[in-house]
């Protein structure tokens, strides 16, 4: 393994366990010398990694616990795979929230090198899912559901209910639930104080609440 890569190995290594290991355990883990190690670990710290050394049982080298994790780094094939899972799962209508989920693989595949992408587009080509299709909202309304749900916002609605009528609602968001044909919201009826169901489809409009506080969240 050349020493560029065994340095990003190695950090790798480092964020997944969190916790400490030793130099021994770090050579015998990358098949090299533990002063090779030593080294290593040196250029990490070069190159403003922030490494600790814990000593006694159970110590070891370690990253810091305030250290915020870098991006991920994906292959072609796991970006492919989760690509082309967001693809379907905006066609299929499994989840409302279309806008946070397309900026999210965006994000995936401009991680990706030059040589990585064009793999990608190889994989996506040759990945198909296939499956029923559901009732749709409009995107203004799914972008105020969003809202609501990811911030435990109040929303204000217009309503048309399986009998043709329409009424207004104050409701929060609780659960989502996807089912094959549509989306539910199991809500709270501000107004009534009781739980209510709504199907997304039905929703013709939607705003945010902004006289009512957030929800507290657990």
Not at 179 to 187: D, F
Request: charge should be positive; include cysteine; proline fraction near 5%.
């Amino acid at each position: 393994m050349r020493k560029k890569t065994r340095l990003f190995a190695l950090a790798e290594h480092l964020r997944a366990r969190r916790t400490g290991v030793t130099a021994e355990q770090l050579a015998e883990r990358f098949g090299v010398t533990v002063r090779t190690i030593y080294r290593d670990l040196e250029a990490l710290r070069e190159a403003s990694l922030p490494l600790r050394a814990d000593r006694g049982p159970g110590g070891g080298y370690a990253l810091d616990k305030s250290y915020t994790l870098p991006p991920v780094n994906f292959t072609a094939r796991e970006a492919a795979l989760l690509v082309v899972i967001g693809r379907w799962a905006t066609e299929m209508r499994l989840l409302p929230f279309t806008d946070t989920l397309a900026s999210g693989l965006d994000k995936v595949r401009g991680a990706l090198s030059t040589s990585a992408q064009r793999e990608l587009v190889s994989h996506v080509e040759n990945l198909l899912f296939v499956g029923v299709p559901a009732f749709s909202a409009p995107p203004d309304v799914r972008k105020v559901v969003e809202q609501a749900w990811f911030e435990g916002r109040a929303m204000r609605v217009t309503y048309r209910h399986g009998d043709g009528s329409v009424s207004k609602r104050r409701v929060r968001v609780l659960r989502l639930l996807a089912e094959r044909t549509m989306t539910l919201l199991e809500c709270d009826d501000l107004d009534e104080q009781k739980p209510r169901r709504l199907r997304l489809d039905r929703i013709e409009h939607a705003q945010i609440d902004h006289d009512a506080p957030p929800a507290a969240r657990s």
